[in-house]
Every structure is written in structure tokens, then in C-alpha cells.
């Protein structure tokens, strides 16, 4: 007798008994599962899995395209893949790189070209890539034992990616294949090629820009915004991981397991290189001291604001600038008034979150030489309250603010800007997983801020993520 599993379908409510041992494939045709976009995966029992997925107990599953995160990440996966297979075609002894995002796309530099990058280099490899859309090709996965995919990867000279299924010590490890190209993008990827219609691939400064669908809209590319600052800033910290001669994650694991260098001198160097590059900020602060009265910091959440400031400061004292620190965080309205967002949630993050008529009038308070009580928030009871603490600023002091809204002119737009030092932080994650896996600052970001929840805030980790 035939075993049959019940399916639930989330994204229309409905169930149905169906055979085991059918595909999400075909179990998105019983369902006429019908998205505004082209089905690319699904949340099995909340897991991701491909399309190629077989369900052979009952589940409940929720289909999903290109706008769900989860789909736009198998989007630029699979789309990484396709230029993978397309330089390989090209230039069989190219060696693609792909760096870091920026510029609402993602950084690649090619080498062991006979040629620079240019317009038509870009062009011939973009051409290549719409060719391979349109012929279709199955993107699908294959596990064999490790041992056989080490070989396979170090065949076609990936040894950064034997390495790291070596060091995984699993007996058997997955990898996709398109054609006779594989790749290891630690992630699932969508069906075919022809998923992947919507991309562009420009020469960008020294290297490409591989550009992705909007987010808002993905039938149409990114716009291409050029941002020459934060671009030199990621070229610094590549250049500084060449240094230390550590860029990708199997790198580390050879430093770790050499005795010629170890984890702590990595990390003191790093240190080293970041405290120089803060000590050079401090110097044209400095440099300015007689016109600022503010340094300004911002940054996205869990950036780093809090210890860049903390940092800054002392360097300036250095100098003998004596450093005032307001933390917006102190400033938070109790939480029963903050804003809403859409969804009825609280709106930490907009600017409206903040005692902005508190907040300016302690600032003016302090810029004219009077003192002022302190305020602090607690994050467990959502309550302002008092310690006593106070501030008066002297002829040798600047205030240093940080938070989200650092950069934000509607926080001190009474002051003229001649008296402001504007400082952006980001966390960058300058260390990728191997040459074409790149690990997003977005995530970095997201596991500092769940550790600094848990043990600052009292905020789970499903707390943390649900708010993100």
C-alpha cells in the first residue's frame, strides 16, 4: 500500500495528501502556488531547502521567490556561480575574485588576464553570461565522499575550498555543478540559469561590478551609485589583509595550525593597524581644534560606534583634547512612547525614538558653558533615569556624539557645520570564505549585535533576529 504524508501550503492556506517522495517541484504544481516572481526555493518545516528538495514525511512548507531574503541570497549565490562558469569559459586560466559589496553590487577583479579590465572585457564576459541564461542549464547539487571532492577542487586549482571541506571533517560533502563547472558556495542555489536574467556586469575603478536586482523592484538592476571613499576604504583593509597575509578563512586556518605565527599576533597587529588608522583621525581633529566644538559619529547598528568613540578618545587626550561622550542611547524616549512601525512594532531605529527637544537643549546648555545633569537609559525596564552623573564642557573640551543618527542633520542642525567632524563606522568584514564567497557585513554585524543583547540588553537571540 502506497504511503501517502499530508502537505500543508503556507502561502495559500491550503493541504493536501499527496505521495511520498515528490519534489517541491512538483508539489508547488498541486498547489498552483502562483508568486509575483519565479519560485526559487521554499521553507520546509522553516528549513530552506532547493527546488530539487523530496519531502517524504509531512510537512509544512512555504514557497518563496527573489523578494524573500533567503531567495535573494540563492539569487546572488547562483548569479556569483554563473560568472564563475562564464570567466572559465572565456579565460580558462583566469582566476576570478570576488571581493566585498559595495556600490549596491559586488567588487570582482579577475587575474592572471593578459589584459586590464575595461568596458569590453566587461561586455564579453556580461554577453557571456546572458548566453548561458539562455540555454537554461540545471544548476544541481551532488555529494560525494570528501576525500573525492577535495580532489575535484584541487583539480581545478579551488584548493582554498579543499581545504575548508577537509578541515569540515563530514565523510561526505555537498557542491553544484553547471556543465562541467562546480562551485562551493556554502548555500543553496536556484534551479537553472534561466533564473538569473536580471544582473549587469560593468568595469568598475581597477576591477567589475557585478550589480544585482532591486530589492524594492527585482525586474530591474541597482542603480550604479558610485562611492569612491567607502570603495578606498575596503582596497585598505584588502591591502591590509595581504599584509598579514590572511584573506580568506583557509589562510586562517593555516596560521592556526602553523607554530610560526599565532591567532594573538594576527590579532595584536590588526589592533595595531586600526589604532594607527584612529590615531591619524585624532591628528586632523587636531588640526581643526580651534573651529570644532563636536565629533560626530554614526554607523549602521553594531558597528562599533561605542568602542570607535571610547578609542578616539583617548587618542585625542593624546593630543590634549579633552573629550566630552554623549551616547543618543541615553537619550532614547521611555519605551511606552516610542514610535510604531507598520507592523505596530517599536521603532528603535527612527530618529523619532530619540528626546530630540532634551537632547538640544542639553547641547546648547553645554556649548554655552553650563552644566547639566546626565541622563541614562536602561534597556531592561525601557526607563530614563538618573546617577547623578554630571557634564560642563571647559575651553579644552569637544563633545564627541555617537549613535545611528550621528550623521543625521535634523540632530544638530542649530549648529553650523564648520563646527562638526563627521565620522562614519562600519564594521567591514575584510576576511572572505574563500575567492568567490565573500561573507556580508550585514552578518557580521547581526552576531555582534545578538552577543551585545544577550549580555547588555537581556534580549534572546530570537528577540534580536525579529527585530532585525
Same mark, same amino acid.
Given at each position: 500500500?502506497?504511503?501517502?504524508?499530508?502537505?500543508?501550503?503556507?502561502?495559500?492556506?491550503?493541504?493536501?495528501?499527496?505521495?511520498?517522495?515528490?519534489?517541491?517541484?512538483?508539489?508547488?504544481?498541486?498547489?498552483?502556488?502562483?508568486?509575483?516572481?519565479?519560485?526559487?526555493?521554499?521553507?520546509?518545516?522553516?528549513?530552506?531547502?532547493?527546488?530539487?528538495?523530496?519531502?517524504?514525511?509531512?510537512?509544512?512548507?512555504?514557497?518563496?521567490?527573489?523578494?524573500?531574503?533567503?531567495?535573494?541570497?540563492?539569487?546572488?549565490?547562483?548569479?556569483?556561480?554563473?560568472?564563475?562558469?562564464?570567466?572559465?569559459?572565456?579565460?580558462?586560466?583566469?582566476?576570478?575574485?570576488?571581493?566585498?559589496?559595495?556600490?549596491?553590487?559586488?567588487?570582482?577583479?579577475?587575474?592572471?588576464?593578459?589584459?586590464?579590465?575595461?568596458?569590453?572585457?566587461?561586455?564579453?564576459?556580461?554577453?557571456?553570461?546572458?548566453?548561458?541564461?539562455?540555454?537554461?542549464?540545471?544548476?544541481?547539487?551532488?555529494?560525494?565522499?570528501?576525500?573525492?571532492?577535495?580532489?575535484?577542487?584541487?583539480?581545478?586549482?579551488?584548493?582554498?575550498?579543499?581545504?575548508?571541506?577537509?578541515?569540515?571533517?563530514?565523510?561526505?560533502?555537498?557542491?553544484?555543478?553547471?556543465?562541467?563547472?562546480?562551485?562551493?558556495?556554502?548555500?543553496?542555489?536556484?534551479?537553472?540559469?534561466?533564473?538569473?536574467?536580471?544582473?549587469?556586469?560593468?568595469?568598475?575603478?581597477?576591477?567589475?561590478?557585478?550589480?544585482?536586482?532591486?530589492?524594492?523592484?527585482?525586474?530591474?538592476?541597482?542603480?550604479?551609485?558610485?562611492?569612491?571613499?567607502?570603495?578606498?576604504?575596503?582596497?585598505?583593509?584588502?591591502?591590509?589583509?595581504?599584509?598579514?597575509?590572511?584573506?580568506?578563512?583557509?589562510?586562517?586556518?593555516?596560521?592556526?595550525?602553523?607554530?610560526?605565527?599565532?591567532?594573538?599576533?594576527?590579532?595584536?597587529?590588526?589592533?595595531?593597524?586600526?589604532?594607527?588608522?584612529?590615531?591619524?583621525?585624532?591628528?586632523?581633529?587636531?588640526?581643526?581644534?580651534?573651529?570644532?566644538?563636536?565629533?560626530?559619529?554614526?554607523?549602521?547598528?553594531?558597528?562599533?560606534?561605542?568602542?570607535?568613540?571610547?578609542?578616539?578618545?583617548?587618542?585625542?587626550?593624546?593630543?590634549?583634547?579633552?573629550?566630552?561622550?554623549?551616547?543618543?542611547?541615553?537619550?532614547?524616549?521611555?519605551?511606552?512612547?516610542?514610535?510604531?512601525?507598520?507592523?505596530?512594532?517599536?521603532?528603535?531605529?527612527?530618529?523619532?525614538?530619540?528626546?530630540?527637544?532634551?537632547?538640544?537643549?542639553?547641547?546648547?546648555?553645554?556649548?554655552?558653558?553650563?552644566?547639566?545633569?546626565?541622563?541614562?537609559?536602561?534597556?531592561?525596564?525601557?526607563?530614563?533615569?538618573?546617577?547623578?552623573?554630571?557634564?560642563?564642557?571647559?575651553? #579644552? *573640551?569637544? %563633545? =564627541?556624539?555617537?549613535? !545611528?543618527?550621528?550623521?543625521?542633520?535634523?540632530?544638530?542642525? /542649530?549648529? &553650523?557645520?564648520?563646527?562638526?567632524?563627521?565620522?562614519?563606522?562600519?564594521?567591514?568584514?575584510?576576511?572572505?570564505?574563500?575567492?568567490?564567497?565573500?561573507?556580508?557585513?550585514? #552578518? *557580521?554585524? %547581526? =552576531?555582534?549585535?545578538? !552577543?551585545?543583547?544577550?549580555?547588555?540588553?537581556?534580549?534572546? /537571540?530570537? &528577540?534580536?533576529?525579529?527585530?532585525?
Amino acid at each position: 500500500m502506497e504511503r501517502k504524508i499530508n502537505i500543508k501550503c503556507l502561502n495559500n492556506d491550503k493541504s493536501l495528501t499527496l505521495s511520498r517522495g515528490k519534489t517541491l517541484f512538483e508539489i508547488a504544481e498541486k498547489f498552483d502556488v502562483k508568486l509575483n516572481h519565479p519560485v526559487l526555493g521554499a521553507l520546509v518545516n522553516n528549513q530552506l531547502r532547493d527546488m530539487s528538495y523530496e519531502a517524504f514525511h509531512s510537512k509544512t512548507i512555504k514557497f518563496i521567490d527573489i523578494t524573500h531574503p533567503d531567495g535573494m541570497r540563492m539569487y546572488i549565490r547562483s548569479l556569483s556561480f554563473l560568472l564563475l562558469a562564464a570567466v572559465n569559459e572565456l579565460y580558462p586560466e583566469a582566476k576570478l575574485r570576488i571581493e566585498h559589496s559595495v556600490s549596491k553590487g559586488i567588487y570582482c577583479e579577475i587575474d592572471n588576464l593578459d589584459k586590464e579590465a575595461s568596458v569590453e572585457l566587461a561586455a564579453e564576459i556580461s554577453e557571456k553570461m546572458r548566453e548561458l541564461v539562455s540555454q537554461k542549464i540545471p544548476i544541481e547539487q551532488d555529494s560525494l565522499e570528501t576525500s573525492e571532492v577535495v580532489d575535484i577542487f584541487k583539480s581545478v586549482g579551488f584548493n582554498a575550498k579543499a581545504d575548508l571541506i577537509r578541515h569540515r571533517g563530514n565523510y561526505y560533502s555537498s557542491f553544484y555543478r553547471l556543465n562541467e563547472h562546480v562551485g562551493l558556495f556554502y548555500g543553496l542555489m536556484v534551479p537553472n540559469t534561466s533564473y538569473l536574467e536580471v544582473f549587469d556586469f560593468n568595469k568598475y575603478y581597477n576591477g567589475f561590478l557585478l550589480r544585482l536586482p532591486k530589492v524594492s523592484n527585482p525586474t530591474e538592476v541597482e542603480d550604479l551609485l558610485l562611492q569612491p571613499q567607502l570603495f578606498e576604504i575596503f582596497r585598505e583593509f584588502s591591502e591590509w589583509g595581504r599584509v598579514l597575509r590572511v584573506t580568506k578563512i583557509s589562510e586562517l586556518n593555516k596560521l592556526i595550525e602553523s607554530n610560526n605565527r599565532t591567532p594573538d599576533t594576527l590579532i595584536k597587529v590588526t589592533e595595531a593597524l586600526q589604532e594607527k588608522k584612529i590615531a591619524q583621525i585624532a591628528d586632523r581633529i587636531a588640526s581643526k581644534k580651534e573651529d570644532i566644538q563636536m565629533v560626530l559619529i554614526s554607523g549602521p547598528s553594531s558597528s562599533g560606534k561605542t568602542t570607535f568613540s571610547k578609542r578616539l578618545s583617548v587618542q585625542m587626550l593624546v593630543l590634549g583634547i579633552y573629550p566630552l561622550t554623549i551616547s543618543l542611547d541615553n537619550y532614547f524616549v521611555n519605551r511606552k512612547d516610542t514610535p510604531l512601525d507598520e507592523d505596530g512594532e517599536y521603532d528603535f531605529e527612527t530618529i523619532e525614538a530619540l528626546d530630540l527637544k532634551l537632547f538640544n537643549e542639553h547641547l546648547k546648555a553645554l556649548l554655552n558653558g553650563e552644566e547639566i545633569d546626565v541622563p541614562k537609559f536602561s534597556f531592561e525596564t525601557g526607563e530614563r533615569f538618573y546617577d547623578g552623573e554630571k557634564m560642563k564642557m571647559g575651553p #579644552d *573640551n569637544i %563633545l =564627541i556624539i555617537e549613535g !545611528i543618527h550621528g550623521l543625521n542633520p535634523l540632530l544638530t542642525e /542649530a549648529i &553650523d557645520d564648520k563646527h562638526k567632524f563627521k565620522v562614519y563606522v562600519s564594521a567591514l568584514t575584510s576576511l572572505n570564505i574563500d575567492s568567490h564567497t565573500r561573507i556580508p557585513t550585514t #552578518d *557580521n554585524r %547581526l =552576531i555582534r549585535r545578538i !552577543i551585545r543583547d544577550y549580555k547588555y540588553r537581556k534580549y534572546s /537571540a530570537q &528577540d534580536t533576529i525579529s527585530r532585525w
